[in-house]
Structure formats: C-alpha cells, structure tokens
C-alpha cells in the first residue's frame, strides 16, 4: 500500500482506539521506505507520545518485569517503559519498531500485550495504538519468520515506494529541490535495493534526505561533493545526481519567472525537471507573502508554455500537493486547466 494511503490506515486506528475499535497495525518493508517515519507523523500530528521499544534489544525479563515477593506472594514489577497515563499521558502509540529482528523467547512475551493489551497485571491505557514494523526475511536484514500466534494478533500491511508521495513529503520536509526534479527525472532510483548483491549504499526514501544533508553541507567543496553523495545513495546514483547538480548552471531565471516575465522553457528535460521542482518551491515559500498568489500565478502561467504539457501537469499536480485548495482561488488557474483539458491526470 502506498504511504498516502497508509498514513490514513494509521491515523484510524489512532483515533479508534476511544471507540474500543483498535486493531494492532503491522508494516512490512525493506529497509529505508519509511515505515518508522510513519508512525512518528501520525503521533506529531495528534501532539502523542511515541514509545518505541526495540524487541531485539530487549530479554523476556525486559518486557514482562521482574518478580518480587510480597508476604507470601510473587508480584511483577512493571517495566517502567511501557506506557503509563499517569507518566505518559492519557494516548500516544506504542511502537514495537524492528519486531522481526527479534528472537522467538523474546517476541513470544509480547503476545498477550500486543493482543490483550495487557501482561499480566499491567493494561496498555485506553487510548494507546499499538504499531509494530519490521523487515521481511528477503531484505538482508537480521530477521526471524514471525511465529504465526504473533502473526495472527496484527493486521498487516506492505510498505510500498511511491514517487508523488514522496515528493509530497520532501517538499513539506524542506528537502532540496535539486533531489526533487532529479528523483523526477529518475523515478525508478527512488528506491532501488537488491537484497542479491548485499549493497552497503544505496537509493531508499531514507538515503535521499542523507543526500539532502550531503548536498547542503558540500555543495561548495565540489571535490569532495560527489564521493559524499555516493557514500549516501551508492555509487551509480550518486555519480548521476552529482552530473545533474553540476548541469543545473543551464538554468533559467527563476526571479524572472516568477515576476511574470516571458522566459523561454529549457530544451534539455532534465532541466525541465529542474524547473519545474524550482517553482514548486519558490510557490510554496511565497504562500505567507503579500504577492505570494500572484507569484503562483506567474508559475501557473510559465507552466502552460512546457512543450510536453504532461510536464506541465506534474508542476501543477505537485503544486496543487503542497497548497492544497489554495491553487483553485488563483485567477490564473482557470486559464491553465483549459489549456491543458485533454491531458489533466487525476489521482
């Protein structure tokens, strides 16, 4: 399932654990997809706390505590970790990140939490999700087959990649829009690992924010920008996203652009790429400006000159993305939706 659409899933299940309509969610993927960075967004968005335990790091004493006597009964202390309304908070989400690298003894005493939302005395708090990720057994990754009595207690769901969902993000997140209009370009480097060849490096949704990093702080050292890059997204990909980087001295003028004036589109597509990825973020830091729609309509207007207006759609469609209903109270919309009539892409 795509990240858009997961997102929702998780958002759901938060919110359902009021209702008593909870189900533990399980997400499935390689590594670097952002199946962790999910779970952080859901509980930013509700201000909830994150508690994440890390199964494989832990003894079965860990999670079910330690027995104590009292008079001539054993009791079980409660490990302080785990989620408490008093400590912690009424909701928030319990997050069981890296389950699958966890040994069977280990993962077995999770059970009657994950199912019951309890251990033995303890009980999770009424308004606390439980999620839980981990990498499948073809990933390369330290992983165990996931016992079927753990298996049965979640709902699951793969991980997909998916290129507008992830530009979505990078535009919200601030990552460079030279990453951006180079992952337009390249789409199928967005996330490209063969568990066969056991890369150290490699492209995922992760290893572009690191490249993000690297540009930001190299960028002006270029003898040490594309060896920093490699080190971040593999070899082969770090090379051609260094190559891009440098091409983009070809580029028009943006301030010219965005002013209204007539500015030819570039021949090469990769700098059509380029642009375009520009003006998406050059629209998104004008919106708190007093001229910021008439900024986004001068973009509007220089996307309807893109000789293949496809490219044109995917500017205003990762546009319409990052500001949502705010494109349609442009005037210049109505002009570039008629224009480009037989083409428009719907999701």
């Avoid at 505590?65 to 009964?73: A, K, L, S």
Wanted: hydrophobic letters at 45%.
């Amino acid at each position: 399932m795509r990240p858009a659409h997961l997102l929702r899933v998780l958002d759901r299940e938060f919110v359902s654990t009021i209702d008593g309509h909870h189900t533990p969610v399980m997400l499935w993927g390689p590594p670097g997809v952002g199946k962790s960075q999910m779970v952080a967004r859901i509980a930013e968005r509700h201000a909830a706390p994150v508690i994440d335990i890390r199964l494989s790091q832990m003894e079965p004493s860990d999670l079910r505590g330690i027995p104590f006597r009292n008079g001539e009964r054993v009791e079980w202390a409660i490990p302080a970790i785990l989620p408490d309304a008093e400590r912690h908070g009424p909701s928030g989400i319990l997050f069981l990140d890296e389950i699958t690298s966890a040994p069977p003894v280990v993962s077995a005493a999770a059970y009657q939490l994950i199912l019951d939302r309890r251990l033995g005395e303890y009980v999770v708090p009424a308004g606390w999700a439980i999620f839980a990720a981990g990498n499948r057994q073809g990933d390369r990754g330290v992983t165990y087959s996931m016992p079927a009595p753990l298996a049965n207690r979640f709902s699951h769901f793969e991980v997909e990649t998916h290129l507008d969902d992830w530009v979505a993000w990078a535009y919200d997140s601030g990552i460079d829009e030279r990453i951006i209009a180079f992952l337009r370009f390249r789409p199928e480097l967005l996330f490209d690992f063969d568990p066969a060849h056991n890369p150290i490096a490699f492209p995922s949704p992760r290893s572009w924010e690191f490249a993000h990093r690297g540009l930001r702080k190299f960028e002006d050292q270029p003898d040490l920008l594309q060896g920093t890059l490699q080190a971040c997204v593999g070899p082969a990909a770090g090379i051609e996203l260094a190559a891009f980087v440098n091409s983009l001295d070809q580029m028009p003028d943006l301030d010219a652009i965005v002013r209204g004036e007539r500015v030819s589109v570039p021949r090469e597509i990769d700098l059509q790429y380029a642009v375009a990825a520009a003006l998406v973020g050059r629209a998104i830091r004008s919106l708190n400006e007093p001229d910021g729609p008439g900024i986004i309509g001068h973009i509007l207007q220089y996307a309807g000159r893109f000789p293949q207006r496809e490219m044109g759609v995917m500017l205003v469609s990762d546009l319409h993305r990052a500001v949502g209903e705010r494109l349609f109270e442009v005037p210049a919309f109505a002009d570039w939706a008629r224009l480009v009539s037989d083409v428009m892409l719907y999701d």
